[in-house]
């Protein structure tokens, strides 16, 4: 009878210990009964933390430690599994481990353990992470949104402190580590801190997104300040600001209703980047026997260029010679074009892209030079990440006139070669060129209006063109202004046509205030002008209209209003197009859907006109009132319409 008590007890006790252990298995290590040890002896893990519940259960870590080739880990918690172990091929500074994380893991931290054959060990303490919201609630941009595109460097220095930020214990100091306005092409200062600081602007302008240029770390020794050199991959520049800044931006906006659009870079780094030091594999950049042997002297004679042949992703006839020319070549000396088929590369840009969006809850995606990367991996690449987000957004840059090759890169496109790139969005310059020209160009029968009426109807060759991003302008091009010669009412016209159009709308920084690069047309460092009253003791301050010119309020106060009727605009965000071939050097455009019209005229006459509006029959305003969108007055839309002087007319059946 004792014993029968005493195995009672003893079994009482066992299972209290067993419900303890299993209630702290977040904070031990499963199969062990001893603490965790919080210990990182590692030098560098990537990504540096990760999430239970993704649809791909697998994720693979770089380690990156001396001599850690000659080390086997191992990993002792619950459904974390190591599947593979691979070293790099010309360095013994590199593992990279693949997992299968389970659908049934639990979030909590674990010990990765290092043990080599001599009975050394290293340990490094990871975290999985509770995502903070489901996947489909990453909803992404869309034809709603007017997106605000900043370059963080010239909007705002809220934050003196980090101009130059001074190196911790054990830290190399910043390459580049000075402020210099007077440089167009050195640091000036603007940080993460000077956008929240102004995010009342920027919504009160009528945005509902931003994009800023890329704020990830750019250690390089000149020309940082754009952010397409990053270094690390996981680094906000201390410059901009830090982390816990670029979550703060990315929560103030949400506050707000508005979304937080992140610029990726998946074709090159920086040259300075910390894995150009030792490179793991014979392949891991693009022609980089050509750069081992040619480093002492690295410059722009030993660098092989890319030549730029972006048709030749589509070319049916294209030799391997020019498709290789363009996405092996380097875009500049200074930026390592990345070998995005080496499967380690592929797969840690992948990650990068999903790590950013759980951390900083993003909304969407820019890809940079979208046509340069090898293609194939660019649809797996966007098709991981919709994949995991099926509501997300992700516009691609093809910096192209051609509709043809626009279309080839969207989702649905019905491409002969059968390519299917998984991408949502791209970028419509041939559109955003045609407006220009439309407006610079004397009226005749194949110049002038034409050039926006024909280039509207290329929207049949796009899957969905309501989903491809138009703009007036952007960071490497000339100013709008600039481009339509400084004419204020061709600028307001440009400016109304692309925010009617059946697109998502984004603009650059100033527009809203003529900003202009007349001094040196095209000069980047020109074009990236600080934004005044960005800085303390500006004289002129356009976040409060003190000290500028009557036109350039005047802009401000028409894409104010412009942009906060669209943003309520269901006819704007998907209603049905119908345009007219242009008339007496007028061009109408409508937007309908239920009982909202919205109606575009663009004059370019400099005298009174009046147009017959039994011309416009078909759309079924005989009698209606209309409100003009910018002066708040009424039209009845009767026999015809007197244009008074030369610009935009925005009208709408809703009145209210």
Known sequence: MKKHIYLFFLGIIVLSVSCKDSTKSNSVESGTKSELINQNDIDRIEPPNWWVGFENEQLQLLVKHDNI??????????GV??????????????????????????????????????????????????????????????????????????????NPNNDTPIAKEGQVALLENTIDRSDS???????????????????????????????????????SYHGYAITDLYKIDPRFGTLDDYQELSKKLKDKGMKLIMDQIANHCGLEHWWMKDLPFKDWINLQENYEKNKDNWDWRTTTHSNHRRTSNQDIYAAQHDKDGNSKGWFVSA??????????????????????????????????????????????????????????????????YNPLLIGYWQEGANNRDGYDSNLKSTMDFAMQAKVVEALNEDESWDKGLVKIYEGLANDFHYANPKSIMIFPGNHDMSRIFTQLKGDVNNTKMAVATYAMMPRILQMYYGTEILMDDFEKPGDHGLIRTDYPGGWQGDSVNAFTGEGLSSQQKDMQAFVKN??????????????????????????????????????????????????????????????????????GDTFVWGDNIELRSKGPLLLTTKLK
Request: hydrophobic content about 35%; overall charge negative; proline content about 5%.
């Open 69 to 78: 080739g000659g080390y086997t880990p191992s990993i002792s918690y619950e």
């Open 562 to 631: 412009l942009l906060h009727y669209r943003k309520n605009s269901k006819a704007i965000h998907d209603g049905k197009t119908v345009h007219f071939s242009p008339f007496m050097g007028t061009y109408f455009l409508f937007r309908t859907l239920g009982d909202e019209t919205v109606v575009l005229i663009i004059n370019k006459n400099e005298e009174p006109i009046t147009i017959d509006l039994k011309r416009y029959a078909e759309i079924g305003l005989q009698g209606k009132t209309l409100k003009n969108i910018i002066s």
């Open 81 to 158: 599994t190591i599947e593979k172990v691979t070293k790099g091929d010309i360095s013994n500074n590199y593992l990279f481990i693949d997992l299968l994380i389970s659908e049934d893991t639990k979030a909590g931290t674990f010990n990765i353990r290092f043990n080599d054959d001599k009975g050394n060990e290293l340990i490094h303490t990871y975290q999985l992470k509770t995502r903070l919201k489901p996947a489909e609630d990453f909803i992404g941009f869309d034809s709603s949104d007017a997106i605000y595109l900043i370059t963080p460097d010239r909007f705002a220095n809220a």
């Open 185 to 223: 092409y050195a640091r000036h200062g603007g940080d993460i801190e000077g956008i929240i600081t102004n995010l009342d602007y920027i919504s009160d302008l009528g945005f509902t997104a931003i994009w800023p240029q890329p704020m990830l770390i750019n250690d390089m020794k000149e020309g």
């Open 335 to 400: 930026m390592p074009d990345l070998n995005q088929r080496n499967p380690f590369m592929a797969k840690y840009i992948i990650q990068n892209s999903i790590w950013w969006i759980e951390t900083a809850q993003l909304d969407g995606i820019r890809q940079d030079t979208y046509p340069y990367p090898d293609k194939d991996f660019m649809s797996d690449w966007a098709g991981a990440i919709m994949t995991e987000y099926p509501n997300f957004n992700i516009v691609g840059e093809e910096w192209s």
